[in-house]
Protein backbone atom coordinates (compact mmCIF):
# COMPACT_ATOMS: atom_id res chain seq x y z
CA UNK A 1 0.00 0.00 0.00
CA UNK A 2 1.70 3.11 -0.81
CA UNK A 3 1.18 6.68 0.72
CA UNK A 4 -1.18 9.20 -0.74
CA UNK A 5 1.01 12.76 -1.83
CA UNK A 6 -1.43 14.73 0.39
CA UNK A 7 -0.53 12.83 3.35
CA UNK A 8 1.30 14.23 6.38
CA UNK A 9 4.37 12.54 7.90
CA UNK A 10 5.88 13.52 11.37
CA UNK A 11 7.91 11.44 13.67
CA UNK A 12 9.96 10.67 17.17
CA UNK A 13 12.97 9.30 18.24
CA UNK A 14 13.85 7.61 21.80
CA UNK A 15 17.39 6.75 22.78
CA UNK A 16 17.28 3.40 24.63
CA UNK A 17 19.58 2.06 27.23
CA UNK A 18 19.34 -1.35 26.63
CA UNK A 19 22.19 -3.47 25.18
CA UNK A 20 19.60 -6.15 23.45
CA UNK A 21 18.91 -4.14 20.26
CA UNK A 22 16.79 -6.92 18.51
CA UNK A 23 14.60 -6.99 21.01
CA UNK A 24 14.31 -3.36 21.47
CA UNK A 25 12.97 -3.55 17.45
CA UNK A 26 10.93 -6.11 18.26
CA UNK A 27 9.14 -4.42 21.48
CA UNK A 28 8.74 -1.46 19.15
CA UNK A 29 7.46 -4.31 16.39
CA UNK A 30 4.80 -5.19 19.04
CA UNK A 31 3.56 -1.58 20.11
CA UNK A 32 2.66 -0.83 16.69
CA UNK A 33 1.36 -4.30 15.46
CA UNK A 34 -0.38 -6.01 18.26
CA UNK A 35 -3.41 -3.74 17.78
CA UNK A 36 -6.33 -4.95 15.41
CA UNK A 37 -6.25 -4.59 11.41
CA UNK A 38 -2.13 -3.45 11.38
CA UNK A 39 -0.62 -5.09 8.23
CA UNK A 40 2.91 -5.19 7.56
CA UNK A 41 4.42 -3.60 4.47
CA UNK A 42 7.58 -4.21 4.58
CA UNK A 43 10.32 -5.25 6.50
CA UNK A 44 14.19 -5.37 6.41
CA UNK A 45 16.93 -6.60 9.27
CA UNK A 46 20.75 -6.52 9.05
CA UNK A 47 23.01 -7.33 11.75
CA UNK A 48 26.70 -6.62 11.27
CA UNK A 49 28.68 -5.03 13.29
CA UNK A 50 25.53 -3.76 14.94
CA UNK A 51 21.84 -4.69 14.85
CA UNK A 52 19.60 -2.28 12.34
CA UNK A 53 15.55 -2.86 11.50
CA UNK A 54 13.28 -1.18 9.70
CA UNK A 55 9.43 -2.11 9.81
CA UNK A 56 6.32 -0.51 7.85
CA UNK A 57 3.12 -1.15 8.81
CA UNK A 58 -0.69 -0.15 7.08
CA UNK A 59 -3.33 1.05 9.57
CA UNK A 60 -5.79 3.28 10.29
CA UNK A 61 -5.59 6.04 12.45
CA UNK A 62 -8.70 8.75 13.52
CA UNK A 63 -10.39 6.29 11.09
CA UNK A 64 -8.26 7.11 8.04
CA UNK A 65 -5.74 5.20 6.11
CA UNK A 66 -2.38 5.15 7.32
CA UNK A 67 1.24 4.15 7.92
CA UNK A 68 3.73 3.57 10.54
CA UNK A 69 6.86 2.77 10.33
CA UNK A 70 9.94 1.92 13.10
CA UNK A 71 13.48 1.71 12.84
CA UNK A 72 16.45 0.93 15.26
CA UNK A 73 19.79 1.99 15.16
CA UNK A 74 22.18 -0.12 17.83
CA UNK A 75 24.87 2.46 17.07
CA UNK A 76 23.29 5.19 17.90
CA UNK A 77 21.06 3.40 20.43
CA UNK A 78 17.95 4.73 19.26
CA UNK A 79 13.99 3.87 18.04
CA UNK A 80 12.85 6.09 15.62
CA UNK A 81 8.75 6.22 14.97
CA UNK A 82 7.19 7.30 11.88
CA UNK A 83 3.68 8.07 11.37
CA UNK A 84 1.70 9.53 7.98
CA UNK A 85 -1.75 9.92 6.99
CA UNK A 86 -4.56 12.65 6.74
CA UNK A 87 -4.68 13.82 10.33
CA UNK A 88 -1.72 15.89 11.59
CA UNK A 89 -3.21 16.12 15.25
CA UNK A 90 -4.24 12.59 15.36
CA UNK A 91 -0.81 11.36 14.28
CA UNK A 92 0.93 13.27 16.89
CA UNK A 93 -1.67 11.49 19.53
CA UNK A 94 -0.68 8.02 18.03
CA UNK A 95 2.77 8.48 18.24
CA UNK A 96 2.73 9.82 21.57
CA UNK A 97 0.97 6.94 22.62
CA UNK A 98 3.15 4.42 21.20
CA UNK A 99 6.20 6.29 22.62
CA UNK A 100 5.02 5.87 26.04
CA UNK A 101 3.87 2.40 25.40
CA UNK A 102 7.32 1.62 24.43
CA UNK A 103 9.01 3.55 26.88
CA UNK A 104 7.14 1.34 29.57
CA UNK A 105 8.06 -1.50 27.69
CA UNK A 106 11.46 -1.46 27.44
CA UNK A 107 11.62 -0.99 30.99
CA UNK A 108 9.63 -3.86 31.82
CA UNK A 109 12.02 -5.90 29.52
CA UNK A 110 15.43 -4.62 31.41
CA UNK A 111 14.22 -5.17 34.71
CA UNK A 112 13.00 -8.69 33.76
CA UNK A 113 15.23 -11.98 35.09
CA UNK A 114 17.02 -13.44 32.67
CA UNK A 115 14.74 -16.70 32.33
CA UNK A 116 11.61 -14.68 31.90
CA UNK A 117 13.39 -11.99 29.09
CA UNK A 118 14.57 -14.95 27.03
CA UNK A 119 10.78 -16.19 27.22
CA UNK A 120 9.61 -12.75 25.82
CA UNK A 121 12.19 -12.26 23.53
CA UNK A 122 11.26 -15.39 21.70
CA UNK A 123 7.14 -14.89 21.98
CA UNK A 124 8.42 -11.43 20.57
CA UNK A 125 9.81 -13.21 18.05
CA UNK A 126 6.89 -15.42 17.63
CA UNK A 127 4.82 -12.33 17.31
CA UNK A 128 6.72 -11.27 14.10
CA UNK A 129 6.48 -14.61 12.07
CA UNK A 130 2.84 -14.22 12.00
CA UNK A 131 3.07 -11.19 10.98
CA UNK A 132 5.81 -12.19 8.35
CA UNK A 133 3.22 -15.28 7.47
CA UNK A 134 0.21 -12.97 6.51
CA UNK A 135 2.67 -10.48 4.05
CA UNK A 136 3.90 -13.22 2.44
CA UNK A 137 0.54 -14.72 1.54
CA UNK A 138 -0.38 -11.43 0.69
CA UNK A 139 2.71 -10.78 -1.46
CA UNK A 140 1.83 -14.12 -3.12
CA UNK A 141 5.48 -15.37 -1.81
CA UNK A 142 7.01 -18.80 -2.97
CA UNK A 143 5.61 -21.70 -0.15
CA UNK A 144 8.86 -22.50 1.39
CA UNK A 145 9.08 -18.77 2.71
CA UNK A 146 5.47 -19.04 4.37
CA UNK A 147 6.38 -22.36 5.31
CA UNK A 148 9.67 -21.31 7.10
CA UNK A 149 7.61 -18.41 9.31
CA UNK A 150 5.33 -21.32 10.55
CA UNK A 151 8.32 -23.82 11.62
CA UNK A 152 9.90 -20.49 13.42
CA UNK A 153 6.93 -19.44 14.62
CA UNK A 154 6.13 -22.84 16.48
CA UNK A 155 9.55 -22.96 17.48
CA UNK A 156 9.65 -19.77 19.47
CA UNK A 157 6.13 -20.16 20.76
CA UNK A 158 7.07 -23.55 22.18
CA UNK A 159 10.19 -22.32 23.88
CA UNK A 160 8.67 -19.32 25.26
CA UNK A 161 5.74 -21.30 26.94
CA UNK A 162 8.49 -23.93 27.96
CA UNK A 163 7.19 -25.04 31.67
CA UNK A 164 3.05 -23.90 31.30
CA UNK A 165 0.88 -26.46 32.38
CA UNK A 166 -1.18 -27.79 29.74
CA UNK A 167 -0.97 -28.48 25.81
CA UNK A 168 -0.07 -25.22 24.27
CA UNK A 169 -2.44 -24.61 21.29
CA UNK A 170 -0.34 -22.65 18.91
CA UNK A 171 2.19 -25.94 18.90
CA UNK A 172 -0.81 -27.83 18.26
CA UNK A 173 -2.26 -25.93 15.05
CA UNK A 174 1.22 -24.92 13.56
CA UNK A 175 1.88 -28.64 13.85
CA UNK A 176 -0.97 -29.73 11.69
CA UNK A 177 -0.61 -26.98 9.06
CA UNK A 178 3.05 -27.62 8.40
CA UNK A 179 2.11 -31.40 7.97
CA UNK A 180 -0.50 -30.02 5.65
CA UNK A 181 0.95 -28.01 3.40
CA UNK A 182 4.62 -29.48 3.68
CA UNK A 183 4.19 -31.44 0.25
CA UNK A 184 2.77 -28.85 -1.59
CA UNK A 185 5.13 -27.34 -4.59
CA UNK A 186 7.85 -24.71 -2.22
CA UNK A 187 8.33 -22.81 -5.24
CA UNK A 188 5.01 -21.76 -5.94
CA UNK A 189 2.52 -19.08 -4.04
CA UNK A 190 -0.01 -21.02 -1.49
CA UNK A 191 -3.69 -21.84 -3.58
CA UNK A 192 -5.62 -19.27 -2.53
CA UNK A 193 -8.19 -21.49 -0.45
CA UNK A 194 -5.40 -22.75 1.59
CA UNK A 195 -3.94 -19.19 2.11
CA UNK A 196 -6.77 -17.90 3.21
CA UNK A 197 -7.66 -20.17 5.78
CA UNK A 198 -3.72 -19.74 6.89
CA UNK A 199 -3.76 -16.08 7.14
CA UNK A 200 -7.12 -16.27 9.23
CA UNK A 201 -5.43 -19.02 11.44
CA UNK A 202 -1.96 -16.89 11.91
CA UNK A 203 -4.46 -14.19 13.33
CA UNK A 204 -5.59 -16.71 15.85
CA UNK A 205 -2.52 -17.25 16.73
CA UNK A 206 -1.23 -13.73 16.97
CA UNK A 207 -3.63 -13.53 19.88
CA UNK A 208 -2.37 -16.22 21.78
CA UNK A 209 1.07 -14.94 21.51
CA UNK A 210 -0.16 -10.89 22.54
CA UNK A 211 -1.63 -13.42 25.02
CA UNK A 212 2.14 -14.79 26.25
CA UNK A 213 3.73 -11.47 25.58
CA UNK A 214 1.29 -9.77 28.12
CA UNK A 215 3.07 -11.94 31.01
CA UNK A 216 5.75 -9.84 30.65
CA UNK A 217 4.71 -6.19 29.29
Given at each position: ?5 D ?20 V ?13 D ?37 V ?13 V ?57 A ?14 GV ?7 S????N ?7 Q ?29
Amino acid sequence: MEADDDMVEISQIQKYASEDSAAVFRVAWYAIASKPNVLLDQYSEAESTSFQGDAKFSLQIAGEKAFASVKVNEEEASVELHAQGKDEVALKVYLDGIMENLEESISKLEALPEEDRSKLRRALVAKTCWDMVVHKILKKAPLSEVYYQVAHGREMIIKATEGDEGVNTIALTTSGWLSNIESLPREQPLPGNIAAELAKKSIEWKKGTHAVIGRYL
